[in-house]
């Protein structure tokens, strides 16, 4: 359900509650300062009914929120995931992707553009290799943890999806097209939007499943993100103040949409309102990229990731707060072109046009 936007009367009558709870509180200096400054008239007399007013909707939200994971599907955990609308000052135990090690490397014939989330699971190597040092093991391609290789595509392979309920893949090769097309897979018919208008300008960057897979979201290089429900779709448009968008994914109550662009931002996105909360700022010192990155939460969702590209470091920030962590150097030898984060562990991949992935991991401490 959409919520409607404040307005100014809405807004004048926060501003004068704070300033008459600022003089109940005693606090004359601040609230004269702020009352002259935002010129509110008549004056405000000394009142308590800002504090009655939270209180009351302290207790409402938490209600609401209760409700809310009462109704949650079961395959979505209540207890992880970023919640902006009760957890603005959590704190975690979660450890910093800057602390992660590299686990192992694994090489490649071409440039690596794009690796299977499934290969976190890795069974065929130790968790734990001293010092994150690379070794004859790790570079030998006998030790990779490959299940099976599918060779049905002719070309490049830059994006691949599982489905969030079923045990479908979906791989895509690089097109040109602005046309989002969904396939149903046992009979292979193609389903697009009866209007044309819901279609993108330009080449579509990036496909994602919401959680329940009710949603899916688009990106593309006319710098819009679309939110599509099969039916009809919603627009974000000038996401990235025009620039391209190389990356969307929901967050696990499907609330919220992240997307990165070539501006060298990455943005946290509320789907009701189709407005952008939280701004992760600081990565890319020329501002713009050259190639595509991806940013991605943590496995959950405390932090947001995203590659740099000219130091090739790992740019890692709170998600609720935006502030900045330490950084990471990733050891490639040319851009990074894709980074995604294990669902369930503190680890995630990368994977760049120096033929490498790089497999990272942080050991829990016992």
């Not at 690796?115 to 065929?124: F, I």
Request: glycine share 6%.
């Amino acid at each position: 359900m959409l919520t409607e936007a404040p307005t100014v009367k809405d807004r004048e009558t926060v501003y004068r509650l704070v300033i008459s709870q600022l003089f109940y509180d005693g606090h004359q200096t601040l609230a004269v300062s702020l009352s002259n400054l935002v010129k509110t008239h008549p004056p405000c007399p000394p009142s308590d009914r800002l504090l009655h007013i939270v209180t009351l909707g302290l207790r409402a939200e938490q209600a609401d929120k209760d409700d809310y994971q009462c109704l949650k599907p079961d395959n979505l955990n209540p207890n992880v995931g970023i919640e902006l609308d009760y957890e603005t000052e959590a704190r975690t135990m979660t450890p910093e992707p800057g602390l992660y090690e590299t686990c192992y490397v694994t090489s490649h014939k071409a440039p690596c553009r794009a690796d299977v989330d499934r290969m976190l699971a890795k069974s065929a190597m130790p968790a734990d290799l001293a010092g994150g040092q690379e070794t004859n093991q790790q570079l030998n391609m006998e030790a990779h943890p490959v299940i099976r290789t599918l060779y049905d595509h002719g070309e490049e392979v830059t994006c691949l999806e599982f489905h969030p309920t079923e045990q479908i893949l979906v791989s895509g090769t690089g097109t040109q097209h602005t046309t989002i097309r969904l396939y149903d897979t046992n009979t292979a018919q193609c389903f697009v939007s009866s209007n044309p208008k819901d279609q993108h300008t330009a080449p579509i960057t990036m496909v994602r499943y919401s959680p329940m897979a009710n949603l899916y979201a688009s990106s593309s290089k006319d710098g819009n993100i679309k939110i599509w429900d099969g039916i009809s779709n919603k627009c974000v448009p000038q996401a990235h103040d025009g620039n391209e968008v190389c990356s969307v994914y929901f967050s696990k109550n499907g609330k919220y949409v992240l997307s990165s662009g070539k501006d060298s931002l990455v943005k946290l996105w509320e789907l009701s309102m189709s407005r952008c909360l939280i701004a992760y700022t600081g990565a890319g010192a020329s501002g713009k990229q050259n190639h595509r990155s991806q940013g991605v939460f943590n496995h959950t969702e405390d932090f947001v990731l995203f590659s740099d590209e000219k130091t090739t470091s790992l740019c890692t920030w709170d998600a609720r707060n935006a502030e900045r962590q330490r950084l990471l150097s990733l050891g490639h030898n040319n851009a990074v072109r894709y980074l995604c984060h294990s669902p369930t562990s503190p680890a995630f991949l990368t994977c760049s046009d120096d033929y490498r992935a790089r497999f990272w991991y942080r050991r829990v401490e016992t």
